[in-house]
């Protein structure tokens, strides 16, 4: 029997993510930045088949990221102009090697998730690689078919090497710090959206015990890493 999801994935991210620096305004997409990204899996991991309107989600609001920020400082200093978009993901250890989609905010302050299941996104409001903080990737973990594109980011643990290259021609290499599961009404949206001093990297998909009166996962599995030189 299938079951289906509603779509969504993480929720609201702090202000201030974009690291202060200059970018031109970017129109929100409509992604829903929540915990319940795992809402739009089906046959996963779990062994729970879902229709074809779920989706990950997670529950904390990145809204305030997606605010534009302006890097003229005070003296007639000159912008800084932040780095180049990110255009393909891959994970050898996995097999995973896709390109990716811009993902913004909807209008209930959440993350939206692709609309397709073999669509990998980014929050595009947030940092990009080579920037200090987090640039945040999302997909679903299945669908009512099977596996989708970020099932085996389920398998990845300390250690595993996560690449990405921008559409400057630039590669940047991260390194996984740590794994962690948590409920979606729960979602760390600081840990994972929040500035920080490195240039960093999460993975976000839907994990977990699958609800069939919700239609929807439990459960956020968020993988950390650090850009490696």
Not at 50 to 57: A, F, G, K, N, V
Not at 155 to 181: K, Q
Request: proline share 7%.
């Amino acid at each position: 029997m299938t079951h289906s999801v509603s779509r969504s994935l993480t929720g609201p991210a702090p202000a201030g993510s974009t690291d202060g620096r200059w970018r031109r305004p970017r129109a929100l997409l409509g992604f829903a930045l929540t915990a319940s990204l795992a809402a739009s899996c089906a046959t996963g991991a779990s062994g729970v088949e879902q229709d074809q309107d779920q989706s990950p989600s997670t529950t904390s609001r990145p809204s305030a990221v997606a605010q534009t920020v302006s890097g003229a400082q005070a003296g007639g200093r000159a912008f800084r102009v932040a780095p180049a978009d990110p255009v393909e993901l891959r994970i050898p250890s996995i097999g995973l090697k896709e390109g990716v989609i811009d993902l913004a905010i909807q209008d209930d302050g959440t993350l939206e998730p692709p609309d397709d299941w073999d669509d990998v996104g980014w929050f595009a409001d947030g940092p990009r690689p080579g920037e200090r903080g987090p640039t945040v990737f999302a997909g679903h973990v299945d669908s009512a078919s099977g596996p989708a594109v970020f099932f085996r980011v389920l398998e990845l643990s300390r250690g595993d090497v996560v690449e990405v290259s921008a559409a400057d021609g630039s590669v940047h290499s991260y390194r996984v710090d740590r794994v962690e599961d948590h409920p979606k009404d729960e979602f760390p949206t600081r840990e994972v959206f929040g500035l920080s001093p490195e240039d960093e990297l999460r993975l976000i998909t839907c994990t977990g015990e699958f609800d069939g009166a919700d239609r929807r996962y439990l459960d956020n599995r968020v993988v950390f890493a650090t850009a490696v030189s």
